[in-house]
T-cell receptor, first 110, second 115 residues
Framework: RKEVEQDPGPFNVPEGATVAFNCTYSNSASQSFFWYRQDCRKEPKLLMSVYSSGNEDGRFTAQLNRASQYISLLIRDSKLSDSATYLCVVNRNTGNQFYFGTGTSLTVIP | GAVVSQHPSWVICKSGTSVKIECRSLDFQATTMFWYRQFPKQSLMLMATSNEGSKATYEQGVEKDKFLINHASLTLSTLTVTSAHPEDSSFYIC???????????FGQGTRLTVV
C-alpha cells in the first residue's frame, strides 16, 4: 500500500471557484504534514504546513484528521496563477522519510 | 527560505557511463537529505533518505549499488548513477531539511538523459 494516496485529478475550475483536495496516508507513525506546489518542470515549493488544529493562509486552508488519516487543502477564490500540481507530503517520525502523494493537477480557467 | 543548490541541471550521457549529481545546502546544515526521481506526469518517488551520521536508507526497489549516495557533510550529498541505461533517464531531485518535523527545501532538479 502506498504511503500517501491522492486523487490525481485533473481539476479544471473557473476563476473564483472553490476547490478542495484530499489526501490519505497509511502509516499512523507519520508525524508532520505539508502541502507543496509544483509548477511544470520545476522543483516543489512549500505551500503550507498542516497542523492538527487546522491552519489558514489567505485563500488557502489546510486541515488534518489524524483519526481518519487524511489531509485536506481548500483553495477559495481560485486565481489563474493557482494552476499547478499540488502535492501532499507526510514526514515519518521513525526514519524521517518524506513521502509525496501522486499530486493533484489543478487548472484554473478564465 | 533556505537554499538548496543542485548541479548539474541537465546532463546527457552515453549508456554504460556513470553520472554524479551534487546537492548542496547553501545557508543551513542539512541533518537529512533526500533523493527523488520523477518520471513525466508522475509524482516524486523517494529513492533514499540520508540522516546525519548514518548511511542512506534506500526505499524498496531502489538498487543501492546502482544509485550510490554519499552524504559527505552536513551541506553536501551526491547521487551517482552507475552504468546508466536509457531507462534511468528521469528528473532527479534532492531535498534537505534541518531536523524532524520541519519542511524540506528542494534543489532545482537534474534532468538526466541516457542515450
Amino acid at each position: 500500500r502506498k504511503e500517501v494516496e491522492q486523487d490525481p485529478g485533473p481539476f479544471n475550475v473557473p476563476e473564483g471557484a472553490t476547490v478542495a483536495f484530499n489526501c490519505t496516508y497509511s502509516n499512523s507513525a507519520s508525524q508532520s504534514f505539508f502541502w507543496y506546489r509544483q509548477d511544470c518542470r520545476k522543483e516543489p515549493k512549500l505551500l503550507m504546513s498542516v497542523y492538527s488544529s487546522g491552519n489558514e493562509d489567505g485563500r488557502f486552508t489546510a486541515q488534518l484528521n489524524r483519526a481518519s488519516q487524511y489531509i485536506s487543502l481548500l483553495i477559495r477564490d481560485s486565481k489563474l496563477s493557482d494552476s499547478a500540481t499540488y502535492l501532499c507530503v507526510v514526514n515519518r517520525n521513525t526514519g524521517n522519510q518524506f513521502y509525496f502523494g501522486t499530486g493533484t493537477s489543478l487548472t484554473v480557467i478564465p | 527560505g533556505a537554499v538548496v543548490s543542485q548541479h548539474p541541471s541537465w546532463v546527457i550521457c552515453k549508456s554504460g557511463t556513470s553520472v554524479k549529481i551534487e546537492c548542496r545546502s547553501l545557508d543551513f546544515q542539512a541533518t537529512t537529505m533526500f533523493w527523488y526521481r520523477q518520471f513525466p506526469k508522475q509524482s516524486l518517488m523517494l529513492m533514499a533518505t540520508s540522516n546525519e551520521g548514518s548511511k542512506a536508507t534506500y526505499e524498496q526497489g531502489v538498487e543501492k549499488d546502482k544509485f550510490l549516495i554519499n552524504h559527505a557533510s552536513l551541506t553536501l550529498s551526491t547521487l551517482t548513477v552507475t552504468s546508466a541505461h536509457p531507462e534511468d533517464s528521469s528528473f532527479y531531485i534532492c531535498s534537505a531539511k534541518t531536523g524532524r518535523n520541519t519542511e524540506a527545501f528542494f534543489g532545482q532538479g537534474t534532468r538526466l538523459t541516457v542515450v
